[in-house]
């Protein structure tokens, strides 16, 4: 989970194999598998890292986040009937549902050629050939929690054919990955110069000011956020938004914070703003003032002071 927080101020953040082995089984002959068409050696197929990949954390399994265009020569070749080929990772993984795992990092991937999807390795050939060539696709997964922010660039797959490898897959440049967030803009809100005088009992308030909390520099993809609020010396009503001011402020005088006509509970976490875009977001609230007891000492001056923190979760 991705949290942030900062506190308002309310004043008056493969290598190919060069054997060929022969096995000898119910009368079949194997690991024949051969270059043909012209190819010499297996294609060099490079994709180019995405600068950074920004995920939500509430993304599902399974969900495809970025699809690559790689770039590389052709190969084809043939094998007998029952040798083996596909597409092994480098690491040795095994793909689930035609997709490998990028080591433990959360993310994996799928590569198409020459049209189609890749076969996994162990396919059995029936003795015709295979050709892989552009266009060469990856298309990147989320397949569980994300454990790293970052899969390292080189070699991570190839395509092989028993003793040959048609080509082999390469990472330019390392993949970073990123939880989708933002930065919150601190804000200091002028409640501006009251007299005692000006309230009209318990339950009145005064002027409120408007203020926002703004949401900067956020990524793509974030789908949903949650908020709280709490005041640094606690409230005098929670659920209706009124906060105590800060140790040494007038007593029975409070602010209330409110989002339009409603009060905004404090010391909860709340989920009525709407998902950020990319770039920055500003959410409107207000304060103002609030009587929250029968007597205020009207001796004391200028200490009317809140520090109300706001943690964001995004998800």
Request: include cysteine; charge should be positive; glycine fraction near 14%.
């Amino acid at each position: 989970m991705i949290m942030s927080r900062y506190t308002l101020k309310f004043c008056s953040t493969g290598v190919g194999l060069v054997a060929l082995g022969v096995l000898v089984s119910s009368g079949q002959v194997y690991g024949a598998c051969r270059y043909t068409n012209g190819t010499i050696g297996p294609a060099t197929v490079n994709y180019p890292s995405p600068k950074s990949l920004s995920i939500p954390a509430d993304t599902p399994n399974g969900t495809k986040i970025h699809t690559v265009n790689g770039s590389g020569g052709g190969a084809e070749f043939t094998c007998s009937s029952g040798d083996r080929y596909g597409l092994k990772d480098a690491l040795g993984a095994v793909a689930v549902n035609q997709i490998f795992p990028f080591a433990d990092s959360g993310l994996g991937y799928r590569l198409y050629s020459a049209g189609g999807p890749d076969s996994i390795y162990p396919v059995l050939s029936n003795g015709t050939g295979v050709r892989v060539g552009v266009p060469y696709i990856m298309e990147i997964y989320k397949i569980g929690p994300i454990k790293k922010n970052k899969v390292a660039g080189g070699l991570f797959a190839s395509f092989v054919g028993e003793n040959l490898t048609a080509f082999n897959a390469s990472l330019v440049g390392d993949l970073n990955i990123a939880a989708a967030s933002c930065d919150i803009r601190s804000t200091n809100v002028e409640m501006g110069r009251h007299l005692v005088s000006d309230f009209k009992g318990v339950g009145s308030s005064l002027k409120a000011k408007s203020f926002n909390i703004e949401l900067v520099g956020c990524s793509a993809g974030i789908n949903t956020i949650k908020y709280r609020l709490d005041a640094a010396n606690g409230s005098f009503d929670a659920g209706r938004g009124i906060a105590k001011l800060d140790a040494g402020g007038v007593p029975g005088v409070g602010i209330q914070i409110k989002r339009g006509d409603n009060p905004v509970p404090l010391g909860e976490w709340l989920s009525n703003l709407a998902a950020p875009v990319e770039g920055n977001n500003a959410y409107g609230f207000s304060a103002a003032y609030y009587q929250a007891e029968k007597k205020i000492d009207n001796t004391t001056v200028g200490r009317a002071n809140l520090s109300l923190t706001v943690t964001v979760n995004y998800l």
